[in-house]
Nanobody, 116 residues
């Protein structure tokens, strides 16, 4: 079955960097668009970034443009989210996502906390 496993979250100070990873299994990773979402307490789930299958097309939420970079390594079945210049408002659970014609798939999430 489809599995998405995130890692790399943690507690950091404002201005620090983190790199999140999401390793996938159970589907043809190289052909699918991959997305990172985040959900903060009391807020709606937000699409942070997505990357098309070949990696050539990427889009970002306005709130993270210029600070976050999404990338993928199809040989490792992994999508990354490099997060720089982190702010307290980036605090959230970050979730990896993909979908097929019939279903959506989510990872369990990794917590990112930005606090001084």
């Amino acid at each position: 079955q489809v599995q998405l496993v995130e890692s790399g979250g943690g507690l950091v100070q404002p201005g620090d960097s983190l790199r999140l990873s999401c390793t996938a299994s159970g589907f043809d990773f190289s052909t699918e668009t991959m997305r990172w979402y985040r959900q903060a307490p009391g807020k709606e789930r937000e699409l942070v970034a997505f990357i098309y299958s070949g990696g050539g097309i990427k889009e970002y939420a306005d709130s993270v443009k210029g600070r976050f970079t999404i990338s993928r390594d199809n040989s490792k079945r992994t999508v990354y989210l490099q997060m720089n210049s982190l702010k307290p408002e980036d605090t959230a659970v970050y979730l990896c996502h993909t979908r097929s014609a019939i279903a959506e798939y989510w990872g369990q999430g990794t917590q990112v906390t930005v606090s001084s």
